[in-house]
């Protein structure tokens, strides 16, 4: 069973930093990809960033000057650096993991970790 187990969310006042951790009941390298997604309240989850097997990185438009996906397969864990928050970037971060593409694709979600961007 996939378990994947966020944490490093807070309260954090504009222009901070905070740096989630993803980590994995499993070698992170057996999914073909693994990224933080995030959910604001009244609005749909929408990917923040994602990193591949292969190590590509892929992030939103509004995100990717400020935040950094990483990897350490020593200790299956992915993180997301996130520099300069805004308040905008209030919400819930979930990390995601997941095997296959397209019909065959198969979603592994954490729990999820509050990140609060307020003075």
């Known amino acids: 069973q996939v378990q994947l187990v966020e944490s490093g969310g807070g309260l954090v006042q504009p222009g901070g930093s905070l740096r989630l951790s993803c980590a994995g009941s499993?070698?992170?390298?057996?999914?073909?990809?693994m990224g933080w997604y995030r959910q604001a309240p009244g609005k749909e989850r929408e990917l923040v960033a994602a990193i591949t097997s292969g190590g590509s990185t892929n992030y939103a438009d509004s995100m990717k000057d400020r935040f950094t996906i990483s990897r350490d397969g020593a200790k299956n864990t992915v993180y997301l650096q996130m520099n300069n928050l805004k308040p905008e970037d209030t919400a819930v971060y979930y990390c995601?993991?997941?095997?296959?593409?397209?019909?065959?694709?198969?979603?592994?979600w954490g729990q999820g970790t509050q990140v609060t961007v307020a003075s």
């Open positions: 995601n993991a997941a095997r296959g593409i397209g019909r065959s694709r198969r979603d592994y």
């Open positions: 499993g070698s992170i390298f057996s999914f073909d990809a």
